[in-house]
């Protein structure tokens, strides 16, 4: 069977395009290639696709405007420069979208829209109900409120966790690059291009190279971590040049030019995904390897009899990252007990936490239906998080 012939049936599709390819070097709108882009994402939707737009450039966009020879350096500046230059892109898609008669909606998403379950649920509605009125989300990140700590980071993360939210059958990324090569092309000229990704290892992580264009910010390494982030969750991608919006349609042709990371996993349901990339962690436990077996290959919850070391501040209901006695991240979940108590229950059996603490809010530290096995992830995605 074609490992690629399930991409002719993807349904909902995630697209996310850079500032490299939505621009001249100059930092101005390539608007030739942005009508083409349009073109390509309203034709899909024609065919009964849905489609959400992710897409960068504000920053970028602002900075062409504004006369700015390089990104600035503080916040606030940042933040203006996202300000004037949103609404100009914004501005741009209503105009070409409108062109096929398609109507469009801004979506602006902060970490704590991600972070926070109520949230996380109403962005998650508001989006499915757009899709519902074939109204097509354009999304970014709130670059104008959100602080350096809480941001999202790369819009190629943002992608990945828009994806999880929806729970697409695809995620596309348009950059500079035709996909992910055995080394840095620009430094190897004998680097090849690896059409097809099973798993996302320590080896394909060491071809990740740098940063990213000029007037952009992600490099390979965070499109390697939105390929983990959506294939460890049911969601194959694409990485694919930008350049020629028009190849966009060989994917659905069984055809796809660029790499494309394959997802062996089922989709996992909105609550999963969640949890395994929603809010940040606040703090990990180190399991034995009985308890890891138990986890891993009898999909057991976790018990504090597994757990021999604990790291991080949190309380009842924080996510917490599971790491095995090598440091191997193994899952994450939310705990049901608050650092100080599990430090007296941990390494003892369940039936000895009430004496222990005068109360037993469940025998598991952290329940099956509350955890999510990271594993295939290679041990090797840290994601967000706030342990001290």
């Known amino acids: ?8 049936n993807a349904k909902r599709i995630v697209i996310k395009v850079g500032t490299s390819t939505l621009t001249h070097s100059t930092g101005k709108l ?3 290639r942005m009508e083409q882009f349009v073109r390509q994402l309203v034709d899909l939707q024609n065919k009964g696709r849905e489609v959400v737009l992710v897409t960068s450039g504000a920053v970028g966009i602002g900075l062409g405007r504004l006369g700015f020879a390089e990104r600035p350096t503080s916040i606030v500046e940042r933040q203006a420069v996202a300000a004037v230059g949103q609404g100009l892109l914004m501005q741009v898609y209503e105009k070409l979208f409108s062109e096929y008669g398609q109507i469009v909606a801004q979506i602006l998403l902060t970490r704590n829209d991600i972070s926070d379950r109520k949230r996380y649920l109403n962005a998650r509605n508001t989006i499915l109900t757009l899709l519902k009125y074939q109204v097509t989300p354009i999304i970014n990140e709130n670059d104008t409120v959100a602080t350096e700590e809480l941001k999202i980071g790369e819009n190629d993360t943002l992608s990945a966790l828009v994806a999880g939210l929806i729970e697409a059958d695809l995620l596309i990324l348009l950059s500079d690059i035709n996909g992910l090569y055995t080394a840095d092309p620009k430094k190897e000229p004998d680097a ?6 099973n798993e996302i290892d320590a080896k394909i992580l060491k071809m990740a190279g740098g940063a990213g264009s000029e007037f952009g910010t992600g490099g390979m390494l965070t499109k390697l971590e939105a390929a983990k ?3 460890a969750a049911g969601t194959t991608m694409i990485l694919m040049n930008g350049q020629n919006p028009a ?27 969640w949890i395994a990339y929603g809010p940040l962690v606040s703090g990990d436990f180190v399991i034995d390897k009985g308890a890891e077996q138990a986890l891993l290959k009898q999909g057991t919850s976790l018990l504090p009899s597994g757990i021999i070391d604990l790291r ?3 309380e009842e209901g924080d996510l917490i990252r599971i790491l095995s006695v090598n440091q191997i991240e193994l899952g994450r979940g939310l705990t049901n007990y608050g650092r100080d108590h599990l430090l007296k229950i941990k ?3 369940s039936a000895e936490i009430e004496a222990i603490l005068g109360y037993k809010a469940a025998d598991e530290v952290i329940h099956r239906d509350n955890l999510v096995i990271t594993a295939s992830l290679g041990g090797e995605f ?7």
Request: proline share 7%.
């Open 382 to 388: 840290n994601g967000n998080s706030k342990i001290c």
């Open 229 to 231: 982030m959506a294939t």
């Open 192 to 197: 090849t291009l690896i059409p097809i990704v």
């Open 30 to 32: 390539n608007l030739n």
């Open 347 to 349: 390494g003892k059996k």
């Open 247 to 273: 190849n966009i349609q060989n994917i659905f042709q069984g055809n796809p030019v660029g790499t494309v990371f394959l997802s062996t996993q089922p989709l996992v349901n909105s609550r999963k995904r």
């Open 1 to 8: 069977m074609n490992p690629l012939e399930h991409l002719q």
């Open 312 to 314: 991080g501040q949190f």
